[in-house]
């Protein structure tokens, strides 16, 4: 081999390295912030329902709720939450005699647990009302991969919530959610993540006495910043047929959450 063909694959080689996209290469996915971490969230809901008892075509509940997170401690792979709401508009245009029954959680602040792979673990003081919102927010639709993933990878969970807040229903949701990572960008010194999921979603529980079983399907997309361990948005749309005492139903939900600062 002579000395040009040489310096010929050597720039070769150089150029493939440099060339080869972000896309291509692993990250670790992991929700590990510092102790002390501040994030502000502001999320929006909108439920729509189809029954006999609904007349109207107004949502049967729509809300924007204020948060506060704050990360008090770190041990090991398991991280302390605070989370306080600085306020809270939920009404109920389809029937509003159901507003009543809301509960102001205004400045209510609930302190949880939750894994670095985005898990929810439990909660260990806060308001009831409140601990039922920690508890919807942190444990609803995120489960990180075990290892390093590139884009394009899936990965499966199966995730168990109480059930979305309805006045007066208990109970849980089961679903079998499939990842995606779609897409690994840098900006602002930090590196974010894209990432999608969807999956069918079942539920029993007990509404005002009666027994309820549903079944339906989940989709959305979360952004989270992997330099930063925490979530910085999220998507996510819900539709489940319901049977309520014998009585059918339809539901239609969406939910975004919006990093602040």
Same mark, same amino acid.
């Given at each position: 081999?002579?000395?040009?063909?040489?310096?010929?694959?050597?720039?070769?080689?150089?150029?493939?390295?440099?060339?080869?996209?972000?896309?291509?290469?692993?990250?670790?996915?992991?929700?590990?912030?510092?102790?002390?971490?501040?994030?502000?969230?502001?999320?929006?809901?909108?439920?729509?329902?189809?029954?006999?008892?609904?007349?109207?075509?107004?949502?049967?509940?729509?809300?924007?709720?204020?948060?506060?997170?704050?990360?008090?401690?770190?041990?090991?792979?398991?991280?302390?939450?605070?989370?306080?709401?600085?306020?809270?508009?939920?009404?109920?245009?389809?029937?509003?005699?159901?507003?009543?029954?809301?509960?102001?959680?205004?400045?209510?602040?609930?302190?949880?647990?939750?894994?670095?792979?985005?898990? =929810?673990?439990? @909660?260990?003081?806060?308001? !009831?009302?409140?601990?039922?919102?920690? %508890?919807?927010?942190? *444990? #609803?639709?995120?489960?990180?991969?075990?290892?390093?993933?590139?884009?394009?990878?899936?990965?499966?969970?199966?995730?168990?919530?109480?059930?979305?807040?309805?006045?007066?229903?208990?109970?849980?949701?089961?679903?079998?959610?499939?990842?995606?990572?779609?897409?690994?960008?840098?900006?602002?010194?930090?590196? =974010?993540?894209? @990432?999608?999921?969807?999956? !069918?979603?079942?539920?029993?529980?007990? %509404?005002?006495?009666? *027994? #309820?079983?549903?079944?339906?399907?989940?989709?959305?997309?979360?952004?989270?910043?992997?330099?930063?361990?925490?979530?910085?948005?999220?998507?996510?749309?819900?539709?489940?047929?319901?049977?309520?005492?014998?009585?059918?139903?339809?539901?239609?939900?969406?939910?975004?959450?919006?990093?602040?600062?």
């Amino acid at each position: 081999m002579n000395t040009r063909t040489a310096r010929g694959m050597l720039l070769a080689a150089v150029v493939l390295t440099v060339a080869t996209p972000a896309s291509a290469q692993s990250v670790l996915l992991r929700m590990n912030p510092e102790q002390g971490l501040v994030s502000r969230y502001v999320m929006g809901m909108e439920m729509h329902m189809e029954s006999p008892m609904i007349a109207s075509d107004e949502p049967f509940m729509i809300g924007t709720i204020h948060t506060t997170q704050t990360v008090i401690g770190v041990e090991g792979d398991v991280v302390h939450y605070s989370m306080t709401t600085d306020s809270a508009d939920i009404r109920t245009p389809a029937m509003p005699m159901i507003q009543q029954q809301i509960p102001d959680q205004t400045g209510e602040t609930v302190t949880m647990r939750m894994d670095t792979r985005g898990r =929810f673990i439990g @909660i260990d003081a806060g308001p !009831p009302e409140a601990q039922q919102l920690a %508890g919807q927010l942190g *444990g #609803m639709r995120l489960e990180l991969p075990e290892g390093p993933v590139s884009t394009g990878d899936t990965w499966e969970a199966n995730i168990q919530s109480e059930l979305p807040g309805l006045p007066g229903a208990s109970g849980a949701i089961d679903m079998a959610l499939v990842y995606t990572l779609v897409e690994v960008a840098s900006a602002g010194g930090a590196q =974010f993540a894209t @990432i999608t999921f969807e999956g !069918p979603v079942s539920m029993s529980g007990q %509404g005002s006495g009666v *027994g #309820m079983e549903a079944g339906g399907t989940m989709s959305g997309t979360l952004v989270m910043d992997v330099t930063h361990g925490r979530m910085t948005s999220s998507e996510v749309a819900m539709a489940m047929d319901l049977n309520a005492g014998g009585m059918q139903m339809s539901m239609n939900q969406s939910m975004t959450t919006t990093l602040i600062n």
